[in-house]
């Protein structure tokens, strides 16, 4: 069997040394020119995306290129403590959720991927495939072509392969939110090292963590129409006294942060609604090309990484394409879901007006109890995935 992999972000890579590890072959396609250049900020790998990339022997690489962040503290814009929850539950040997610059994920996967022999080829950006029923031709907008026997999507949100296997599918939905961040040294903020801070601010959300470096990692999310950039649109530089008016009101000292920081480029949060179709005949969509969650929870990584196995577990136990799709969705389906509904109900607290500011202030230390303990996050954090 020939598998052929569209795109080369974080699913595409794991979902080929997977593949290889059942004795499967796969090549990636990547429409970009270098899938790690200038993409995003940073973001977390949970513990049971660890435990997904150790079974594939790929977890430390990504462990020494991020930094251990175990705990989440919560806090209102006026310095009121909602609650403690932890990032992620450590696993049997100690490992805890990491925090990871986007590019730099995107080079270990990659460069993992290249050492083990598996072709990528960029610059191949997918318009459109062929499935004749044993086998399929994909079509790239360069007029080249390839063919193999199952095609694998695995192009993110915003899926060309989805538009293709079904132009019907629902669209992404805007959360209502941009998303920016950066790094700085000696930020200047108080926290343990390794603790994130999350503080739901009264007009944006701020987030940030400390690194034994003493550097500070930030976030920021800023209720905005979609569309609704600062001119000129693609300056980073136009978002600053922005970022700096919407914390100015709160109790946490970012301006001085904010005014000296590197801040990577505002990306509007998209999730994607339950899709009625995830596979059709020898095609199907992966990871956010399927189940796009917001970064709220941090486990769009982690999915991704259990999406790889599950299928590649699939592929080798039923080799009929259509059997070994249905028994995907079927093992995945009802988990990545409950995640994309986690993540949206975390992210519409950030964007609370002002009547909802004062509900959620008085509600999250319950929430935090009742459905983010770490006994009640077992479901989310303690979830296996293997080969066999």
């Known amino acids: 069997m020939k598998v052929l992999i569209i795109g080369c972000g974080i699913g595409g890579p794991l979902t080929a040394m997977a593949l290889q590890r059942v004795g499967i072959d796969a090549e990636i396609y990547e429409a970009y020119g270098d899938s790690a250049v200038g993409v995003g900020s940073f973001l977390n790998v949970a513990s049971n995306g660890l435990d997904a990339l150790r079974v594939l022997d790929a977890h430390k690489a990504v462990m020494a290129a991020g930094i251990p962040t175990p705990q989440m503290v919560m806090w209102n814009g006026n310095g009121k403590r909602l609650g403690e929850v932890p990032n992620g539950m450590a696993l049997d040997d100690g490992t805890v959720s990491h925090t990871i610059q986007r590019s730099d994920l995107y080079r270990v996967v990659r460069d993992t991927a290249l050492a083990r022999d598996i072709p990528i080829t960029f610059g191949k950006r997918l318009v459109s495939f062929d499935d004749t029923g044993t086998g399929v031709t994909a079509h790239f907008e360069d007029g080249t072509s390839a063919r193999g026997d199952v095609l694998v999507a695995a192009d993110g949100v915003h899926s060309r392969t989805r538009q293709v296997l079904d132009p019907g599918a629902p669209a992404p939905r805007y959360s209502g939110l941009y998303s920016l961040g950066g790094l700085v040294k000696d930020g200047g903020l108080p926290g343990e090292v390794g603790v994130y801070h999350m503080i739901f601010g009264k007009r944006a959300f701020f987030g940030y963590t400390v690194a034994q470096s003493g550097d500070t990692w930030w976030f920021a999310n800023l209720p905005r129409a979609l569309g609704d950039v600062p001119a000129p649109a693609k300056s ?8 700096v008016e919407a914390f100015a009101d709160d109790f946490i000292a970012a301006s001085d942060l904010l005014t000296r920081t590197r801040i990577d480029p505002a990306v509007p949060i998209y999730d994607l609604p339950p899709l009625p179709l995830w596979h059709r005949g020898r095609v199907i969509l992966t990871g956010d090309a399927a189940h796009a969650t917001s970064p709220s929870a941090g486990q769009g990584a982690s999915m991704a990484a259990e999406d790889a196995i599950v299928l590649a577990r699939c592929l080798s136990t039923e080799r009929d394409p259509g059997r070994a799709f249905t028994a995907f969705e079927r093992a995945r389906r009802e988990r990545v879901e409950r995640v994309v ?48």
């Open 236 to 243: 980073v530089e136009a978002w600053r006294p922005l970022l």
């Open 341 to 388: 509904a986690y993540s949206r109900q975390i992210s519409n607290n950030k964007a609370a007006g002002p009547v909802g500011r004062v509900l959620r202030d008085l509600m999250m230390p319950f929430f935090l109890k009742r459905t983010a303990s770490q006994t009640n996050l077992t479901w989310l954090f303690h979830h296996h995935v293997d080969l066999v």
